[in-house]
Antibody
């Protein structure tokens, strides 16, 4: 069974940092392009970042460029999102997903940026 | 960036009736080299992640009922739910994956 489990969310003050993780199982992680997608409370999903299979190609939404870094550890079947310089607009549920288009998703982890 | 506009924002449909959702992209998502439209449709129910319904504009994901149909090409697309069922109450999003990824704002389908 394909499974993605996110962790690392929580409450952080503006300007703070968080590192999200996504543990993958049930599929060949090393062959899957992976994404982070966030969903603010009561709003639609917004794509955040994507990484190719070996990590050599990473792209970001303009709103997070320069602040967020996506990475992966294929040996540990884990996807990461380092988030620095957080703002209140970064609040939401963060999902990791895989495939092109994203066709399998985790349950998400909630990030709340608040003073 | 490719923008997406969905319409309507919400609609109410009787059980067994048809629901039609439109999606317009700001530029073509048809890739000429393979003649594929890089357009997907998702369904999202409360407290769940989005679920992929269709990709390449009209190909159903495995397990998706055939009452869900996608059509269109280039910049204009439609998701049709024929004979709406109670379990189809959800928010539906179109998404382009031609250049990075962009979601539409969503269409809430109610009974």
């Amino acid at each position: 069974e394909v499974q993605l489990v996110e962790s690392g969310g929580g409450v952080v003050q503006p300007g703070g940092s968080l590192r999200l993780s996504c543990a993958a199982s049930g599929f060949d992680f090393s062959k899957s392009w992976m994404h982070w997608v966030r969903q603010p409370p009561g709003k639609g999903p917004m794509w955040v970042s994507r990484i190719n299979t070996d990590g050599s190609n990473r792209v970001y939404a303009d709103s997070v460029k320069g602040r967020f870094t996506i990475s992966r550890d294929n040996a540990q079947n884990t996807l990461f999102l380092q988030m620095d310089g957080l703002t209140v607009d970064d609040t939401g549920v963060y999902y990791c997903s895989g495939g092109i288009p994203p066709d399998f998703w985790g349950r998400g982890t909630l990030v709340t940026v608040s003073s | 960036d490719i923008g997406i506009t969905q319409s309507p924002d919400s609609l109410a449909v009787s059980l067994g009736e048809r629901a039609t959702i439109n999606c317009k992209t700001s530029q073509s998502v048809l890739y000429s080299s393979n003649n594929k439209d890089y357009l997907a449709w998702y369904q999202q129910k409360p407290r769940q992640p989005p679920k992929l319904l269709l990709y390449w504009a009209s190909i159903r994901e495995s397990g998706v009922p055939d009452r869900f149909t996608g059509s269109g090409s280039g910049t204009d697309f439609t998701l049709t739910i024929t004979s709406l069922q109670a379990e189809d109450v959800a928010v539906y999003y179109c998404q382009q994956y031609y250049t990075l990824v962009t979601f539409g704002q969503g269409t809430k389908v109610e009974i």
